[in-house]
């Protein structure tokens, strides 16, 4: 049931333009009739919405001006635009300036530099040079970054970076992060499960994340192990937003090692007892029981040679079948295949395969300087998926991005909003909503977007409850969702009649000053 709209009026301001001598020009719009999800999680309400330029200056019952653009939004809800604290849309940037699997998704702002990969090809991109070219041509949505640690590593440390980094190294880490942080990051980074930073100390990256912290800044981290040592990984982030007194964020929290499979409680005890101490920890997750990575991950020590290393993936954590290369370098023949169906091709064992196929793409990666091999493995259940997304610190994020792959760069949002609320009831539409929009906002340290308030920035998606639904599956991983009707990034009407507007009204976030 609807309750009465509870936002008030803050402020008006409607902008009138003076157009030859006397005739105003009412550049606002007025969505009529909508089923308002504040971002708050309270329940929804019916009112009218009225942003101006950039932002949204009016919530309640309001008259229509003269010539102001309308917007019937009857058996629709409005929302504040999603927000995605892990994405890869920022890789080929250039391309997809359109953003279509984002907006598509409702989503307004995506946070880059995740996994402690400041460029698709692991390179350092300072802040500064980031901004200064997306202000040059911006994207669709806004974007925010954090500094990132594995593409630090890589700068100061060369290829000479398997082992632990030296005092003067962490010192110029140090200082790249600081340039970082002064040119607008809003934290440090890190994917401990991936080259280099799986080489480095806690010790290094608690210095870095004081850097981080001296700003007002937090830290997130592709955590060291999705695995076995999954728990000793959760201590990890805590140590380290403990004694860099920072806040952490665990990017795509999961339990993809079958014996921790049905464990939920004894994690979510864990974090609570973290927060219960005073550290700020915090987590976003994808909707799907496959996860995508790099063939490296599945050989921790990097040693290829290691036979009990491939024998234990297929008993602990995905069964030959059950583990697709999406991409290889070394063969794009193999392209699609799961490694029994390689095993088969090459007449070997599959362990043999294995190693083998990880082998050679680590030897391209070398010589290319490019991944060697993606992965997407089945290794999550789907009732720990629902526990994790329901704790209340656990806001959403697609780990995706634009071409092909895992259906979650296309489908991560709506799968929540279709599956998870409308077919499976985990969670009701205003918390599945906080959780992608004033959460993160909260999260991530942004203090005037997340919410529909007035004097907030006016980044708005329109949908269709009843029927949003995500359509990106593997075989077809850019399949395009359906229910969102319409999409506003800073007041500009980005997506509507299923395409985006070809337009870049994007911006740069920043941390919020503190």
Not at 61 to 70: M, V, Y
Not at 106 to 114: L, M, P, Q
Not at 218 to 235: I, K, P, T, W
């Amino acid at each position: 049931m609807l309750r009465k709209p509870i936002t008030k009026l803050l402020f008006f301001a409607a902008s009138l333009a003076a157009c030859g001598d006397s005739t105003p020009v009412v550049t606002s719009t007025l969505i009529n009739n909508a089923e308002i999800h504040d971002g708050s999680g309270d329940e929804p309400f019916r009112a009218a919405v009225r942003i101006d330029g950039d932002l949204i200056i009016e919530i309640g019952e309001i008259e229509a001006l003269d010539g102001e653009l309308i917007i019937d939004a009857s058996d629709l809800a409005l929302a504040p635009g999603f927000i995605d604290t892990h994405s890869h849309h920022d890789s080929g940037l250039q391309e997809y300036r359109h953003m279509p699997g984002v907006l598509s998704q409702g989503i307004t702002t995506i946070v880059r530099g995740a996994d402690g990969s400041s460029d698709f090809d692991g390179r350092h991109l300072p802040q500064d040079e980031f901004t200064a070219a997306f202000k040059q041509s911006p994207a669709a949505v806004n974007i925010a970054s954090f500094s990132a640690h594995n593409s630090i590593r890589y700068e100061v440390m060369g290829d000479d970076n398997r082992r632990p980094a030296t005092a003067d190294e962490i010192t110029m880490m140090a200082a790249l992060v600081e340039a970082d942080m002064k040119n607008g990051a809003i934290g440090l980074s890190t994917g401990l499960e991936y080259e280099p930073g799986i080489f480095s100390e806690t010790d290094e990256v608690i210095e870095l994340a004081k850097v981080a912290a001296s700003f007002g800044g937090r830290y997130m981290s592709h955590v060291r192990d999705e695995d076995d040592l999954q728990m000793d990984a959760f201590d990890e982030v805590i140590r380290i937003g403990r004694e860099a007194r920072l806040p952490v964020h665990i990017s795509h929290i999961k339990l993809a090692y079958k014996e921790l499979w049905g464990t939920t409680d004894a994690v979510i005890e864990k974090l609570n007892a973290a927060r219960n101490e005073g550290v700020q920890v915090s987590a976003d997750i994808y909707p799907y029981q496959r996860w995508a990575s790099n063939l490296a991950v599945l050989f921790p020590a990097r040693d290829y040679s290691d036979r009990s290393v491939a024998d234990f993936t297929f008993a602990h954590t995905a069964a030959p079948e059950d583990i697709l290369l999406s991409h290889y370098g070394p063969n794009p023949e193999f392209n699609g295949l799961n490694v029994a169906e390689i095993a088969s091709i090459l007449e070997k064992d599959v362990a043999t395969t294995l190693m083998e196929l990880a082998l050679a793409a680590d030897d391209y990666r070398k010589v290319s300087g490019h991944g060697g091999a993606g992965i997407i493995a089945k290794g999550m259940d789907e009732g720990d998926v629902a526990a994790l997304m329901l704790w209340e610190h656990t806001n959403f994020c697609t780990d995706g991005g634009h071409g092909g792959g895992h259906p979650r760069g296309y489908g991560s949002f709506p799968r929540v909003l279709g599956r998870f609320v409308r077919e499976l009831g985990v969670l009701d539409l205003p918390n599945a909503i906080y959780k992608m929009t004033a959460l993160p906002a909260a999260t991530m340290g942004f203090g005037d977007r997340g919410r529909i308030q007035a004097g907030y920035y006016a980044d708005l998606v329109l949908f269709d409850p009843d029927t949003i639904e995500d359509r990106s599956t593997m075989l077809d991983p850019t399949a395009v969702s359906v229910g969102i009707k319409k999409v506003w990034v800073n007041g500009v009407l980005a997506f509507q009649n299923g395409e985006p507007a070809m337009v870049y009204p994007g911006r740069i976030v920043a941390r919020d000053k503190q």
